[in-house]
């Protein structure tokens, strides 16, 4: 026998062996399952015993619940023919009252009728007053308006002189309002401002001669009225300047002992000598003062001027 076929009857026999031995386990295995199989009969034996008892069980129960219903159902019918009865009562008394109350409204409209005729009446009366009014109203509010229109017109009127190209207004800001340039003698745009320059031209300076022309500077000065032919101010241009003048005048000086063509001395209680020449004396009656007229030394500052406020002047352009 070779080693081959000796490997091979050992390889059976083993596997002979285990199939003896699974053959041994399968026989274990339904005698295991021949027992679970008696002992689940046994048990759904049982439980069909328990269903059963609790079946009859419940067939008891179930005939005492039918009887409870049946009595609930004929003592509910009996309530409910009381309630209708009751309703049916409710019903009829109802009636009664509706067609008293039917007759209580058919006098209350009758009533009402008859008010509100009344009522219509004083609302006629009440309208045709009314309407009288109103147009008496009318008339007055017309007359209103009309008044107020001639006053709007006037007010515009003085609007557009405000409005009007080369209109001078003193404004309390640092800034020129819209439409407005300071009058501060710049020289501007004769193209970008037409109207102004086609109102006053070069009255105030003529630019570079072409394409600009000068505003007014009224920067620290004071207007005067544009004299026009009437004597005051007699020679002036319109926008011509003027320089600052004192007008010739004399001063009353007060003293008892004094003669023409004489000096002034120290006052009374003054330790100082004014060199002023005497041009006239005026006498007066004893014990009265004296009226000296005399040219008097320089005194204030660089200039004579009123009591003022400094504002921004404009024009319009």
Known sequence: MTKFETNLTEVIEELQVKDVELEAKDVDLQNQ????VVARTDADTKLQANIDAEANARNVTDKDLQDQITKEVIARTDSEKALQTNIDAEANARNVADKDLQGQITKEIAARTEGDKALQSSIDAEIVARADADSKLQIAINTEVDARTKADQ???????A????????????????????????????????????????????AGDGSTTFNLPDLRGEFVRGFDD?????????LGGMQNSLLGTHYHALLNANLNAGGMIGAAPGDGNVYNDSISQVVTKTSGD??????????????????????????IKY
């Not at 399952?33 to 679970?36: A, F, T």
């Not at 003062?289 to 009591?307: C, D, F, K, L, Q």
């Open 33 to 36: 399952i021949d027992s679970e």
């Open 154 to 160: 006037g007010l515009q009127v003085q609007i557009d």
């Open 162 to 205: 405000l409005n009007i190209a080369g209109t001078v207004q003193y404004f309390a800001r640092q800034t020129a309002p819209d439409g407005w340039l300071k009058a501060n003698g710049s020289a501007v745009s004769r193209a970008q401002y037409a109207k102004l320059f086609a109102a006053i031209g070069t009255l105030f300076g």
């Open 229 to 237: 032919g009437r004597g005051v101010d007699a020679g002036r241009t």
């Open 289 to 314: 003062p004296v009226i000296i007229w005399a040219n008097t030394s320089p005194t204030g500052g660089a200039e004579t001027r009123p009591r003022n406020i400094a504002l921004l002047a404009c």
